[in-house]
């Protein structure tokens, strides 16, 4: 069976500070891995994906993310927080497993301060 | 891109009647989703469809039908709407991929409430 963790439901940083949005995931099978962001009365974007390969992901908006098998860990990082980041972070996990179901994580609301 | 439009941004319905949800596709997808979201809860599979006339049951279809008839299209059902069907419905789709290795695209949310 395939679920997310994502630890901290409301993060807060500064604008210009290291944004780091925590997920954990738990799968009987190679995963593959998935961030989304929701901004205010709309639907989820894909920020970026993990399907095979490198396991450093980039993404849209100088988001990116690295697949760590050990730690079954797929944490999104940017540098620099801007503004325009503040929205809510969804970690999502599927597997071959699984057909094309989706298990989403809680979801992390990001705060960027001026 | 790709654009699934769902019918209504904005409904207000009251409690005992039979509601729909209208969702539709522009990218030939053959799988359709059906999520509610509820703060606290992230996202919950309430229906899927692999193909025309398929359904399959997520973790939450009580109180739920759905119906595809045509490709483009997957319709979600309240039955008989409740108040604690109040929520944000999201509708989603994504290609044939090899075990789930395609993301899926969302609409941008139908916000339901029951009175």
């Known amino acids: 069976a395939q679920s997310v963790t994502q630890l901290g439901s409301h993060v807060s940083v500064s604008e210009g500070a290291l944004v780091l949005l925590r997920c954990n995931y738990s799968s009987s099978v190679p995963p593959y891995l998935f961030w989304y962001v929701q901004y205010p009365n709309q639907g989820l974007q894909l920020l970026l994906k993990y399907t095979t390969g490198a396991t450093l992901v980039k993404g849209i908006n100088g988001f990116e993310a690295e697949f760590k098998k050990s730690e079954t860990s797929f944490h999104l990082t940017k540098p620099s927080a801007h503004m325009s980041d503040a929205a809510e972070y969804f970690c999502a996990v599927t597997g071959s497993n699984t057909g094309n179901q989706f298990y989403f994580g809680t979801g992390t609301s990001l705060t960027v301060i001026p | 891109d790709v654009k699934v439009t769902q019918s209504s941004r904005y409904l207000v319905k009251r409690t005992g009647e039979k509601v729909f949800l209208e969702c539709v596709q522009d990218?030939?997808?053959?799988?359709m989703f059906w999520y509610r979201q509820d703060p606290g809860l992230g996202l919950r599979l309430i229906y899927f469809?692999?193909?025309?006339?398929?359904?399959e049951k997520g973790d939450i279809p009580e109180g739920y039908s759905v119906s595809r008839e045509k490709k483009e299209r997957f319709s979600l059902i309240l039955e008989s709407a409740s108040t604690n069907q109040t929520s944000m419905y999201l509708c989603?789709?994504?290609?044939?991929?090899?075990?789930?290795?395609?993301?899926?695209?969302f609409g941008d949310g139908t916000r339901l409430s029951i009175l």
């Open positions: 469809s692999y193909d025309v006339k398929m359904k």
């Open positions: 990218m030939d997808h053959e799988n």
């Open positions: 989603a789709s994504s290609p044939l991929g090899r075990g789930g290795n395609q993301p899926q695209h």
